[in-house]
């Protein structure tokens, strides 16, 4: 259940008519994250004689879609049927959930058509154009610097997102996408779902068999799957590309691609920049978690209401937990570093050989300088723009309410990017997506989150004095989730509607404070934006024309959470020096069951265990290179046929985001044939059975 | 509140008949942690004009005491009464407290003498006598390494601390102290009183006002005081020697200095040591904290019974995560490594140019060698030999008695250190004190360490499998404290009476479990033991001779939680660039204070405001370079009067576990005034306060 972007920023995908190529210094049989232009081909025709020519590629590119909120899926029928993960589908279970009626828990079947539930805030994204507009971004931005250059940046964006949009088609989403962490800029326009509703979840139980313990880990046991559906105009869309689904499988050493959106990595990232992240990002992010962690799971104790709210949080805070901790082993690796180090002492040298690289000398410098002021302003940063202090749903949407408020009066060019015309649309859906909140929750969350504040700045930071005077965080907690009526949507669309008057009229509490620490919040933004960011940018910039002058073609960019391509087989690895089998069975979940959460198997598995084949394959690893945002991307075999489901990656895998280990790391799915025997022997799910057999391989 | 050393090791005091001296590389004026018998005598001359002669030293050593459990205190009458901080008597108020009486929040006045109340478990020490003992280890561990060292070692231990404490005699008590990271091995004699009675302590609201925000920071508003009186066969012991109360209390500027016993520094580490604490135990230990933290926050908010639990806990655990970010900070700071890099680099040099130092130049990497040791054992060993995965009272009580009743028949040098005979009767007054646990508290502590080692070994560790079987962490933990009688003292006592037999025969789950898993930790403490400290040892004893040999004799070695004494000033410092004055005045207490928790003042000081001198000085910053283990110290002027009683660091002294920064370290005291004011205007411990002024200074 990793490989998934919790709350992403709007970052786009990427996909076939690139035509520059950048390369990194070392790529191993399996590693990348291939754009469908630009696949690894001399390898796949080499190494399993496979040539994939234009018509697969664009099956491949129709077949395959994105959730906006940071997932991959695919369409499994015509009729619109789209597979992803349970852990994917989690928050829409939480969102359709209610005291006393826990979806999470109980999962959900909709055995007729009207059954199918829309999910509050649901995008699906297809993609369908892709324009370089480099030359765009480049000649806006020529010879500016800091404020100048994030300025022509951002006005560039909004102009072609604009156009691209072409008015106020609702179907039609642009984003503007950063290669090479500076390298090149590519306009990606898509077809844009906004009715996406609920088919089918699984219990918790068995979504997340084995829970935090086994997350991350293999042999597993788990069917974290969920199937969405895409509606338009009240109707399921219709979908004629598809991948269909293939119950037998792959073989261990079979070639398997994963046609997905991975949401980031850092692999082209400066040694400055991965101390940075070393030192003060990821243990900062840690230590935060630690401690909600711990709170939440208290909570969570105090009864069943409680525990149904905790979970849902809980899900996602172990998840990063285990995520952020993997990456801190792979920095804190001396031999990492030092390979890290020597790959950029190779290319700094290279740089300094050619006279045509001669201004591209400092750039490395100026990103450890931007580092140095980004380590500097770090925290406030975190607790102002961050909004780390307010750790509740209310303070999101009246930082969103008053910043639209002030934003929409201006040209699209000169807002903030989220703002700008073509983004409006998500910000707003966002906004105004019916999700439920318990006061009492939020007191509790807000209130340590006030004291966190107060820990990190200090009692005498002037914005923990402005923002809790001399009331304690329970307290202020109390008065604001007491005095506030955001929790409403209606509230919220009318402050939306009403904009800068009716933010400047309104006495909501949550709305007074985020009007009140609006502008040391955007001056903190801006210095980031200016000093650390745009100086990044322009460095990276420079640093990828020393590589590719370097190195050549044959190179991926970082992921963007954009349609990528992966090739791996299907291949067991050694954990604590034992070998460890490709694919574990049915049968076997039910041996590692111990009635104890969080392996207390759904009763609904326990009733249906005799009508189960045992031997049939359950989980799967395989060594394609993935990250999260990967989860929910199909397992598809060279014949377009979809094998299987990736939802994780193993302990291995978790270094990823820096280097890619062939020897360590997998990547976990759920296996095509236990798809189709759990939804029709334990969920007897006849209706979504048939649709995925009439497309079927068999 | 900082400078408490919370659950020692067993580490003895330094005094004055040192004849050894080693050296560091660089010392500021106000640097060192010095031993009676050498301190900086050119430099308090020169700057000073002070000249302290061995009856003044005498005097300091026979006024000070060291509590056993990790502070410092001092006599401050002729009646055994005892001044330290109001943390340091902050376990034995929780100790004393039940359901509905909690004495952390109403504070403890022994108005009559009869009223003071005996702590549990506590224990003080004086020190009488010191023998240099490095001869007798030299010999018998001559030519051992790993395990054949350490058994020598601990035989040689066992040897002198018996043949000191001579038969039975429970008023004295002798540790080895290892000084100079194995440089030099040294046997004090302690005066020891076991009776120490609590006489008065105030809320903690005032006792630690400002709580974690304002811990480790000033200006300060802290009345961190207590006051206990040792006893000898149920009458006030007579102390003849004690530092007499200056009220006046000194000037900015003055010379001022502290008697106590600093924990533990790590200024002479290696830097692969120093990198461990960066990499391995702080971010560990810190991310523990930070999750217990969350757990204890919420818990303590379900209820008044269990807030009194939870902060009881709560206190100590924000005090070692504060103190442990400082540090990892420390450590993290590029600048700070370098210099230590090139420190290291010199030493080495050094001792490549000397002929008879060539036996020394493979100390540091052994050193290395037995880090990469530590780093792969670590982890297991947290939850084996340190016992992480269980958070509660029973487990320690019943690892003490398993393994006492496997030990005691042994001959006392070869048993593990802590049970040899002049241990004995410590490790006995710890297990049998009558300290009250809370089983449903013990249960969610428990819970939770329980998942935490299933979470950091994984849930198919053969530790895991043994310990949890198939049962959750929240299922196991209930069933044992559900069946333990552990927390019945007599149950204790007479398990220890019973020996091998008593532990054999009980069923008690805690004594089953701490069986179970005794010989996996048992071997790992050995591996640790022979592959790391060992190694560690030998090859620090070899880098002592080579500082030795280079910089002379004018150097203090690391804290042990031994006597020493550190000379600074009254002075200000500078806090984000703007100067802080040394003094803050009792009347600003009233300004911070907001009525909101943990800046609510008692009632006591409300209904007192008018009465308090606003000017009386409350509490001061000055330039003595103090650690963990220091609370409680005495500040005294160059008279022996004592001035002001230490108890905390500022932030900028956290990193002086590595190094001391004269610019930002200072020690913060409560001035001796502000402690005769508020016991008479606002406590009217009229008994107590009369007390004081008999011996004080007018």
Redesign the interface.
Known sequence: MPVFRHRPSITPLLGVTLLCAFTSLTASAMEGMWTLDNLPKATLAQKYGFTPDDAWVNKVMHSAARMASGCSTSFVSAGGLVLTNHHCVDSCLGDLSRPGQDLRRSGFIAQRPEEERQCPGMELNRLEQITDVSAAFAQATAGKTGQAYTEAANATRARLESACVNGQDATVRCDVVTLYQGGARHLYRYHRYQDVRLAFAPEVSIGAF?G???NF?FPRYDLDMGLLRVYENGRPAATPEFFPLNPHGPEAGELVITAGNPGSTQRLLTVAQLETLR?VDL?GR???E??????????G??GTEQNRLAQKTLRWIENGFKVQYGQ?ETL?DAEVMARKRSEEAALRQFAASRPELKDTLGAWDDIARATRVYREIQAHLSYTEGAQGYWTDYYGWARTLVRAAAERSKPSGERLPEFADAALLATQRHLLAPRPVDPAFEK?KLA?SL?QM??WL??DDPLVRQVLG???PQ?LASALVDGTTLGDPKVRQALWDGGAAAIAASQDPFIRLALATDAEARALRARHENEVKAVETRAAEQIARVRFARTGTSVYPDATFSLRLSFGEIQGFKKNGQPVAPFTEIGGTFARA????P?ALPQSWLSAQKALNPAQRFNMVSTNDIIGGNSGSPLINRRGELVGLIFDGNLGSLGGAYWYDEADNRAVSVHAGAILETLDKVYHANRLVSELKAGAVH
């Open positions: 084995g935090d313990p086994d880990d030192d243990p840690l230590l935060r630690a401690e909600q962690r711990g709170l939440l799971n208290q909570y104790s105090e801190l804190r509790v340590w004291a107060r820990q200090g009692a001399r009331q304690s307290t111990t009635g104890e959460d392996f």
